[in-house]
Nanobody, 129 residues
Framework: QVQVVESGGDSVQAGGSLRLSCAAS????????MGWFRQASGKEREGVAA???????RYADSVKGRLTLSRDNTNNTLNLQMNSLNPEDTGMYYC???????????????????????WGQGTQVTVSS
């Protein structure tokens, strides 16, 4: 069984920063694909950033240059440093992990929800103007 637990969500002013962390435990490799997704009220869940088994990173266009994804393979954690936050970044942020090795390329971007098998409960990020 695999558990995924997020932390770090908070309320901040526009222009502020947050660091989200995700810990994956159980029967999971540190090289499996992992990603961060977010869901704003009334909207569909969307991919924010993801890393594949070759450590290739993908970002959604809306967050490029502001968010940085990193993975610590020694303890299976995935961190998302978020800078220059704006109100459009508000939402529940979910961490997800795949059930096997995966590699980004072609139509596989890592930012689609159907590429992941394990999900955390989410951590709320609220950015006020």
């Amino acid at each position: 069984q695999v558990q995924v637990v997020e932390s770090g969500g908070d309320s901040v002013q526009a222009g502020g920063s947050l660091r989200l962390s995700c810990a994956a435990s159980g029967h999971i490799s540190s090289r499996y694909c992992m990603g961060w997704f977010r869901q704003a009220s009334g909207k569909e869940r969307e991919g924010v950033a993801a890393i594949d088994s070759a450590s290739k990173v993908r970002y959604a266009d809306s967050v490029k240059g502001r968010l940085t994804l990193s993975r610590d393979n020694t303890n299976n954690t995935l961190n998302l440093q978020m800078n220059s936050l704006n109100p459009e970044d508000t939402g529940m942020y979910y961490c997800a992990a795949s059930a096997g090795y995966c590699f980004f390329g072609g139509t596989v971007t890592g930012l689609d929800t159907d590429g992941y098998n394990y999900w955390g409960q989410g951590t709320q990020v609220t950015v006020s103007s």
